[in-house]
């Protein structure tokens, strides 16, 4: 079975690149997120699919505004590319074929023919849960053993937010008018589904926040889930009270609260002298992470989503 799914993977991705239609290019990445999410389900990891679900409405969601803008001003084809049908078949369907099929080559060409060393990862879980603490040897190692990455993935999602709100046409920091994502509120089936998702949503984002130093989850994961609880509420109620100047000052008071923490556990060993402190590190920092994110993606949300579809 998870051969079958692996394969049914790789032909979404081939039918992303081939697609030459916007429509099309949407619903197979949707297809493609959707395998993603089941192939990671299948492979064990939970916390990974859900995160993977809520990055794929979220994104799908974004491409449809973006969609629905861009062909609200674009409306005739020019002269031009009708003149050039040939070139732009050639830069659809066989140039992104070429790639594809040069990728799935060199995949297969660098697959090892020999063992492979595995003595890092057999240090790593040797010694992750004296050295970091915890139980959950992914969480041991992102905030541990490879912080300064975790460091800057952050700090990639602080900039990609802070890139949006400058690039947004929506210069205010809060509304006064109703904005509602055009859900009928009399879809009672849709309405009544979105409440019951909700709490669930919040429940499993913090659950997953504060348990992942022992089970599957983290921050990432987490804020994701915590993301997608804000865009359930987008879709069935009206924003008016969000405030983006507060959100955004808090992310950034919380991407400095996670490099503090970061200097005096890690760079100052604050971790190896005080031992009883580490899972308490473990759940303060996921807890950081995870409002970072959730702050991060909510952000991008409300901007482009909410406001720039009104």
Request: aromatic share 14%; with cysteine; hydrophobic share 55%.
């Amino acid at each position: 079975m998870i051969y079958a799914m692996l394969s049914l993977w790789i032909i979404s991705a081939i039918m992303v690149v081939r697609a030459s239609k916007i429509v099309q290019i949407i619903i197979y990445l949707g297809i493609f997120s959707a395998l993603c999410a089941v192939c990671f389900m299948m492979f064990g990891a939970p916390d990974v699919a859900m995160a993977e679900a809520a990055v794929s409405s979220f994104s799908t969601i974004f491409l449809i505004i973006c969609f629905e803008k861009y062909f609200s001003l674009v409306k005739h084809e020019t002269e031009e590319s009708k003149k050039n049908k040939l070139a732009l078949t050639l830069k659809s369907h066989v140039l992104p074929l070429c790639f594809t099929l040069f990728l799935i080559a060199l995949f297969v060409l660098s697959i090892p023919d020999i063992a492979v060393n595995t003595n890092v990862k057999d240090k790593y879980l040797e010694g992750f849960m004296d050295v970091v603490g915890g139980e959950n040897a992914v969480t041991a190692i992102y905030l541990g053993y490879r912080m300064y990455d975790t460091l800057f993935e952050a700090l990639m999602l602080l900039v990609s937010v802070v890139g949006v709100a400058h690039m947004s046409w929506y210069c205010y920091t809060e509304t006064t008018d109703k904005q509602i994502s055009g859900v009928s509120k009399s879809d009672k089936v849709a309405v009544y589904t979105i409440r019951l998702v909700c709490p669930a949503m919040l429940l499993f984002g913090i659950y997953i926040i504060l348990n992942g130093h022992l089970t599957p989850g983290g921050g990432f994961q987490g804020g994701v889930a915590l993301a997608a609880f804000f865009i359930c509420r987008y879709l069935i109620y009206n924003i008016s009270d969000i405030r983006f100047g507060t959100i955004m000052v808090m992310e950034k008071l919380t991407y400095a609260g996670i490099i503090i923490l970061a200097a005096l556990f890690i760079t100052q060993g604050l971790h190896a002298h005080f031992p009883e402190m580490r899972s308490a590190y473990l759940m303060l920092m996921n807890t950081l992470l995870g409002m970072k994110v959730a702050f991060g993606f909510t952000i991008i949300l409300y901007r482009y989503v909410a406001f720039e579809r009104m």
